[in-house]
C-alpha cells in the first residue's frame, strides 16, 4: 500500500487531492500486495525443499527465481484484471496498450524486493552452517580430549605399567608386544585426532589395540570380537567407536564369573556395537554424554541418526557408515 501511495504521488500528483481516487489506489495496492506475499508462504512450505543454497546455490537460484517469476505473471495479471476490467470497467486490451509501465514497474518492483529476500534467506542459511561446522568442531575437540583424557589419566597408565611389569617376569615377549600395542595406541589417536573421517579398517586397528591391551589388564573377565573382513571402503568418524568402548568399561561392572563381551560387527550399513551391561549405581547421565556427543556429530555429517538400544542385559550401538566418500587418512 505505500508503495502504491508513492507512486500514485509520483505519476499522478492531482489524484492525491481525489479521496476517491486514492481509496481505490489502496484497495488496488492492498490486493496485489497480499496476492504477491502468499508468494513467499508458498515458497517455504513447498519450493523451500528443492532448495539448497549451500549445496546447489546457482540451482536454487534458477528454481527461486523461476518460481518467483510464473506465480508473481499469474497474481499480477489476475489483479489487473480483475481490478481494471471487472472493477473499473477498462477494456482489458485497452489497459494493456495505455499503462504497459504498470506491468513492467510492478516486476521491477517485485524482484528487488525478491533479491532482497532471497539474499537474506542465502546468509541465514550460510551462517546456521557456519554454526553447526563450528559446533560440530567443538563436540570433535571434546571427544578427541575425552578419548585422550581417559587414556592418559593415571588409573589407566598406572594398570597399564602394571601389567607390563608383570608380564615381563612372565613373559617377556608378552610384554614387548604389550608395550608396542600401548605406544601404537597413543600414536594412532593422535594422528587420527585432527581427521574429519578415517577409514573403518583405521578406527578398528586402534580398537584392536586397545581391546588387546584390555585383555591382557582382566584376563578371562572380558572377551571381544571385532570383523575381519576388508572394510576400506566405509569412513567413520574419528575415535567414535574408541568412546564406545570407554563407556563400556567405565560405566560397567564385570567379573570372571561375569564376564563382559564386547561384539563389534557390521550389518546393513551399520556398525554394530554390543556389550554385555551389568546395571551399577551411577548416574546414567555421565553415560549419555560421549553417546550425544557421538550423536551430534553423526547427525550432522550423515543426516541420520545413532541407534542406542539397551534392553535384556545388552548395550548395542549402531553407528551409520559413510560409504565410498574421499578419506582424510588417505
Known amino acids: 500500500m505505500f508503495i502504491g501511495f508513492f507512486f500514485q504521488w509520483i505519476m499522478c500528483p492531482q489524484c492525491m487531492h481525489e479521496p476517491i481516487s486514492v481509496i481505490l489506489n489502496l484497495g488496488y495496492s492492498l490486493m496485489l500486495g497480499y496476492g504477491l506475499f502468499l508468494n513467499g508462504y508458498l515458497y517455504d512450505k513447498i519450493i523451500v525443499r528443492f532448495v539448497s543454497w549451500q549445496n546447489s546455490p546457482v540451482k536454487s537460484v534458477l528454481i527461486a527465481f523461476g518460481f518467483t517469476t510464473l506465480y508473481s505473471g499469474v497474481v499480477i495479471f489476475f489483479t489487473n484484471w480483475f481490478w481494471f476490467s471487472l472493477i473499473q470497467e477498462v477494456p482489458f486490451i485497452l489497459f494493456l496498450k495505455t499503462y504497459p509501465g504498470i506491468w ?3 516486476f521491477i518492483i517485485l524482484y528487488l524486493i525478491t533479491m532482497w529476500f532471497y539474499a537474506r534467506s542465502f546468509f541465514m542459511e550460510w ?23 581417559s587414556q592418559v589419566n593415571p588409573h589407566f597408565l598406572f594398570n597399564s605399567l602394571n601389567v607390563a611389569a608383570s608380564l615381563v617376569d612372565q613373559n617377556p615377549e608378552n610384554a614387548k608386544q604389550f608395550l608396542h600395542n600401548l605406544a601404537g595406541m597413543y600414536r594412532n589417536i593422535l594422528e587420527m585426532q585432527d581427521n574429519d573421517l578415517v577409514s573403518l579398517d583405521r578406527e578398528l ?50 567379573t570372571m564369573e561375569k564376564p563382559m563381551n ?18 551399577t549405581n551411577e548416574n546414567v547421565e555421565s553415560l549419555n554424554i560421549g553417546l550425544e556427543n ?26 551409520p557408515l559413510i560409504k565410498n566418500l574421499m578419506r582424510n587418512d588417505q
Do not use: C
Open 262 to 279: 564386547v561384539t563389534v560387527s557390521l550389518q546393513d550399513g551399520q556398525l554394530v556395537v554390543q556389550n554385555t551391561r551389568y546395571k
Open 104 to 106: 513492467v514497474t510492478e
Open 205 to 254: 586397528k586402534l580398537t584392536s589395540q586397545y581391546l588387546w591391551l584390555q585383555e591382557k589388564r582382566f584376563g578371562k573377565a572380558f572377551h571381544y570380537s571385532l570383523p575381519d573382513e576388508n572394510l576400506s571402503y566405509y569412513s567413520i568418524v574419528p575415535l567414535s567407536l574408541q568412546m564406545l568402548l570407554e563407556n563400556a568399561f567405565k560405566h560397567n561392572f564385570f
Open 294 to 319: 557421538i550423536r551430534g556429530r553423526y547427525r550432522f555429517l550423515t543426516g541420520r541418526d545413532v541407534e542406542i538400544i539397551n534392553e535384556n542385559g545388552i548395550f548395542e550401538v549402531r553407528i
Open 127 to 149: 551462517l546456521s552452517e557456519v554454526k553447526k561446522r563450528e559446533a560440530l568442531k567443538r563436540e570433535a575437540l571434546s571427544a578427541q580430549y575425552e578419548v585422550l583424557k
